[in-house]
């Protein structure tokens, strides 16, 4: 079972931000907080990923909270080609059978003209 | 382009036949994972590799048979399928550790 709760889809004007909000209350101490999108029919992108800090790359940034229990993936400049389903996901650091990537039914954003 | 490439990207099969999908990577990882995604569902992990070793089997019926002859290369083998099988097949790979995984494009499988 997925272990994180996001909204079932949102709306984003072009060019603005997209915050896109994830819970994941029962987060364990070595389990980090991936986001993938997947835009209809293709095989999913990875995004980003983090355990506790904020992280950026040249996609977008994840903000994570202090006790880890949420988290927020933010596309600074959203553009039509962002419309997908976002997916939140915590996974154990590495080995084990919990490694395994497990999916949700993520948040459908989007991107409006 | 990912670096995980499946075939066929589309498959016709029969429910009486016997058809195989492929993925390969040449990324250096060393798990691999087939997973299933239904029409307005999310994916469902089907099989996990790791070293060529399957170490996870979520309750797939037998009527799909996995076979990863080496690190780089995962199948799906096929056989007397049912309608409700038709789905998108996705294949991805990772190193096993804190690294993200790499997704195929799928094989869109149609069962008549």
């Known amino acids: 079972d997925a272990k994180t709760t996001q909204p079932p889809s949102m709306d984003c004007a072009e060019g603005r931000a997209a915050n896109l909000p994830c819970n994941h209350s029962?987060?364990?101490?070595?389990?980090?907080v991936y986001w993938y999108r997947q835009i209809h029919s293709q095989g999913p992108q990875y995004i980003i990923h983090?355990?506790?800090n904020n992280e950026t790359n040249e996609m977008a940034s994840l903000i994570i909270t202090e006790d880890r229990k949420s988290s927020t993936l933010i596309l600074p400049h959203a553009t039509l080609r962002d419309t997908a389903v976002y997916y939140c996901?915590?996974?154990?650091?590495?080995?084990?059978?919990?490694?395994?990537?497990?999916f949700g039914k993520g948040t459908l954003l989007t991107v409006n003209p | 382009e990912t670096g995980v490439t499946q075939t066929p990207r589309h498959l016709v099969m029969g429910m009486t036949n016997k058809k195989s999908l492929k993925c390969e990577q040449h990324?250096?990882?060393?798990?691999m994972y087939w997973y299933k995604q239904s029409a307005k569902k999310p994916l469902e992990l089907m099989f996990v590799?790791?070293?060529?070793?399957?170490?996870e089997n979520n309750s797939v019926p037998s009527r799909f048979s996995p076979e990863c002859p080496n690190s780089s290369h995962l199948f799906l083998h096929l056989h007397t399928l049912q309608p409700e099988d038709s789905a998108l097949y996705l294949c991805?790979?990772?190193?096993?550790?804190?690294?993200?995984?790499?997704f195929g494009q799928g094989t869109r499988l149609t069962v008549v």
């Open positions: 990324l250096g990882h060393n798990a």
């Open positions: 590799y790791n070293f060529k070793e399957q170490t």
């Open positions: 983090g355990l506790k």
């Open positions: 991805a790979s990772d190193k096993g550790e804190d690294t993200e995984a790499f």
């Open positions: 029962t987060i364990s101490g070595n389990e980090y």
């Open positions: 996901i915590v996974r154990v650091a590495s080995g084990g059978s919990n490694y395994k990537l497990t």
